[in-house]
């Protein structure tokens, strides 16, 4: 099993910036990716950013894509997102995941057996 603990979440104006943390734990042989999704109310749950554990490699939406950054730190088993010039847009509950993956991009929810319990990020404009 995979545990999966986010944080970092909370309120900020447009234009600011906020970082996520989502802490692993348990099994890593059966994870090889991790990624951040939001969903925001009456939407679908959308794939913003993977990064493959192993070598660093990293995907984004077209969305955010030069606003954040998707990193990690192997030695504390934690994944970041860091998210800036934020958007009124990018208000949703954002959560953490992790999955064995072998494809391109981010991916899709289904590819990722394993979530965190989310954390909200509001931007007001």
């Known amino acids: 099993q995979v545990q999966l603990v986010e944080s970092g979440g909370g309120s900020v104006q447009a234009g600011g910036s906020l970082r996520l943390s989502c802490a692993a734990s348990?099994?890593?042989?059966?994870?090889?990716?991790m990624g951040w999704f939001r969903q925001a109310p009456g939407k679908e749950r959308e794939g913003v950013a993977a990064?493959?554990?192993?070598?660093?490699?990293?995907y984004y939406a077209d969305s955010v894509k030069g606003r954040f950054t998707i990193s990690q730190d192997n030695a504390k088993n934690t994944v970041y997102l860091q998210m800036n010039r934020l958007k009124s847009e990018d208000t949703a509950m954002y959560y953490c995941?992790?999955?064995?993956?072998?494809?391109?991009?981010?991916?899709?929810?289904?590819?990722?057996?394993?979530w965190g319990q989310g954390t909200q990020v509001t931007v007001s404009s």
């Open positions: 995941a992790a999955g064995l993956r072998t494809s391109y991009g981010v991916g899709m929810k289904d590819e990722y057996p394993y």
């Open positions: 990064i493959y554990t192993g070598g660093g490699i990293t």
């Open positions: 348990g099994y890593t042989y059966d994870r090889n990716c």
